[in-house]
């Protein structure tokens, strides 16, 4: 009696702990114990295979000697702020427009969030045939009776990278809307009536009152920006195969040939590393702040 | 500072009717209030006036000019809100400020009058502040800067002391009364508290079911409420409604409760055989009776607050309230004799609900 109910004790404990006990070792070794062992690969001289013979900081040096790599860095670079600039703009118009008591909006809101649903492959292998100046919007247009309309940026090493803007963008703006229309339905309504009786133009209310009200959700759209630009692989592999020649290329197709294709496990594995400190550098201070800062109830 | 009317003002949302033609003349400089239980139109009048709805039907002019389709901007009022509404980015300062950084006012001009109304206020230690740095009364103090800096023409308070607590509530109601006897400002202020209002308001106005129910200065209200409903509505503890009819057959006139019980009326009224009225005393107006005069009642419960001594008692076969001045012990279920006192009965008809003696 004593101890069938010290046992019914017991379980009620531990259950919860032997539910999560399977997914949180596999987490454990799959995450985090093959960031440890990328991390350590990173200091060996691997090539096809890991090897484990310690060569210090030598791939660290290569890698950032590298052509293919800064032209890697470079290109995030471009990408990631017309990409987080961009989608942070379109998402506040859209939520802005959307936040004015419109009929439609329970039409327009999913369908802005439906390009959010589909897979990066997908998107990207539409983007591709958009804009392939052979088969796409070119074309068309020229068939129509524009003959002087060319749009070939996904043929041109100089544009290319704008066409991956351009695909991500599309794909996320919509998501962003969603972030900063719960931000806005958030805000207090009387605060709002109290500064159309201060006086506030609908300008001045978005600019001195609103906006400035929605500092989290800023927060929350460049974080979740700034992590996909960083680790956006699979849109790039679609739209334009890293290419024309590497004109494309970012730190995830970069770490992926040189770690599978060309046989340099240990570079590889370096720029996997630094790509990891650049999320955290994105993430930790977000995280810091969330889990520090108790909410304040207004 | 200006007057404010309102003529023949409807409102209605979608299909339900809300207001249904208020009509009320604000003096300048005068401090009414209007009051009513939750949802008799009283917060939506307020916005009407503010600007922040729309007027159906009907007239409001805020000096000589009617405002009907005047942006709330343009109407010079300033409202303070039951949740304060501060701006939560923006420092006390800041708070204060905005409307006149808004018409591009001179920068030390507003440093002046934010000093000016902080110091009124006792908010001067405070203008560096954030709003989730204070308390709910200091924030309640920082709404009501923010519309003092503007110097109005129209005060709109929203039921501005609810959410304080009931200490801070009464030293919040007499500052802002101390506040409009300084500013004379013309304010409107709306509460569904009628201690609230009996204690603010130069005039109430007693709203119901979207309607004016009466208009009157607080003490005209409480002696001469015009129907059942203001009879009920002001006072506390309320007035005891005893529902009764005229009876005839006596040289003095006479009424008795449903359940028999005669009720003496006093002697310059006029009531028909079987008239259907509602008798109504006020708990002060009951004094104990000696030597068989009275209606007999039955203690029920006995409260002393220590001022003055409640005593809950059943009289024809009602349950009502008698408050003495002097302080009595009276047991559960003793029986006592209550004497109202005629000069200050209120008769009302049952049916149409309205007064019946002058």
Request: aromatic share 8%.
């Amino acid at each position: 009696m004593e101890y069938g109910r010290y046992l019914r004790g017991w379980a009620q404990q531990a259950l919860p702990r032997l539910v999560l006990a399977p997914s949180f070792a596999t987490i454990v070794l799959f995450v985090y114990g093959f960031i440890v062992f990328t991390a350590y690969l990173s200091f060996t001289n691997s090539r096809i295979l890991p090897k484990f013979n310690l060569i210090g900081f030598e791939n660290y040096e290569k890698l950032f000697g590298l052509r293919h790599w800064s032209t890697a860095i470079e290109n995030l670079v471009i990408f990631g702020g017309l990409y987080i600039a961009i989608c942070t703009a379109i998402g506040l118009t859209l939520a802005i427009l959307l936040d004015q008591k419109i009929r439609a909006e329970g039409v327009l809101r999913p369908l802005y969030l439906y390009p959010m649903a589909l897979s990066f492959i997908v998107t990207g292998t539409a983007w591709k045939w958009f804009l392939d100046p052979g088969i796409g919007l070119e074309q068309t247009l020229q068939s129509w009776g524009w003959a002087s309309f060319e749009f070939d940026w996904i043929k041109n090493r100089q544009m290319a990278i704008y066409t991956i803007v351009i695909a991500a963008v599309w794909q996320t703006s919509g998501f962003v809307m969603a972030i900063f229309l719960a931000g806005l339905r958030g805000i207090d309504n009387e605060i709002i009536k109290a500064a159309q009786i201060d006086g506030a133009s609908n300008l001045r209310l978005y600019a001195r009152i609103i906006i400035p009200q929605l500092r989290p959700a800023f927060l929350s759209a460049f974080v979740v920006l700034a992590h996909m630009a960083i680790k956006s692989y699979d849109l790039v592999v679609a739209l334009t195969g890293g290419g024309p020649g590497r004109a494309t290329e970012m730190p995830a197709t970069f770490m992926y040939s040189y770690t599978f294709t060309r046989n340099q496990m240990g570079i590889g594995a370096g720029s996997a590393v630094i790509m990891l400190m650049m999320i955290a550098a994105v993430i930790v201070p977000y995280l810091y702040a969330e889990l520090r800062e108790p909410r304040h109830g207004r | 500072m200006a007057s404010v009317s309102i003529r023949e003002v409807h409102k209605s949302f979608d299909d339900t009717a809300v207001i249904h033609g208020v009509s009320i003349d604000i003096e300048d400089g005068e401090f009414l209030v209007l009051v009513g239980p939750s949802g008799c139109g009283k917060s939506t009048l307020l916005r009407m006036i503010a600007g922040l709805e729309d007027v159906n039907d009907g007239e409001i002019a805020i000096g000589d000019k009617v405002v009907n389709h005047m942006a709330p901007k343009a109407r010079d009022v300033a409202m303070v809100f039951q949740n304060y509404a501060l701006y939560p980015h923006m420092t006390v300062r800041q708070n204060m400020g905005f409307s006149l950084r808004l018409r591009k006012a001179d920068k030390a001009m507003i440093r002046e009058r934010v000093d000016s109304a902080a110091q009124i206020l006792g908010l001067t230690d405070l203008l560096n502040r954030l709003p989730r740095q204070l308390s709910g009364g200091e924030r309640q103090r920082v709404a009501m800067g923010r519309a003092i800096v503007r110097d109005p023409q129209v005060f709109l308070f929203d039921e501005p002391l609810s959410n304080l607590d009931a200490k801070l509530r009464v030293q919040m109601r007499t500052e802002i009364k101390a506040l409009h006897q300084r500013l004379r400002t013309t304010s409107i202020y709306v509460t569904h508290d009628q201690v609230e209002a009996m204690t603010m308001a130069e005039r109430i106005v007693v709203m119901n079911l979207g309607q004016v129910e009466q208009v009157g200065r607080p003490l005209d209200l409480y002696d001469r409420p015009a129907n059942l409903f203001v009879a009920g509505f002001i006072g506390s503890p309320a007035m005891n409604l005893i529902e009764a009819s005229g009876t005839a057959g006596s040289a003095t006139p006479a009424a008795a409760a449903d359940d028999g019980t005669a009720l003496p009326l006093p002697a310059d009224i006029r009531v028909g055989e079987g008239q259907p009225l509602v008798y109504g005393v006020r708990p002060e107006d009951l004094a104990l009776a000696t030597n068989g005069a009275g209606v007999e009642a039955t203690v029920s419960v006995v409260e002393p607050t220590g001022s003055s001594t409640l005593v809950f008692c059943q009289m024809a076969g009602q349950e009502i309230c008698a408050e003495f001045q002097e302080r009595h012990d009276f047991d559960p279920g003793e029986t006592i004799r209550l004497m109202p006192r005629l000069e200050t009965l209120h008769l009302f008809d049952r049916e149409s609900g309205q007064r019946l003696n002058a």
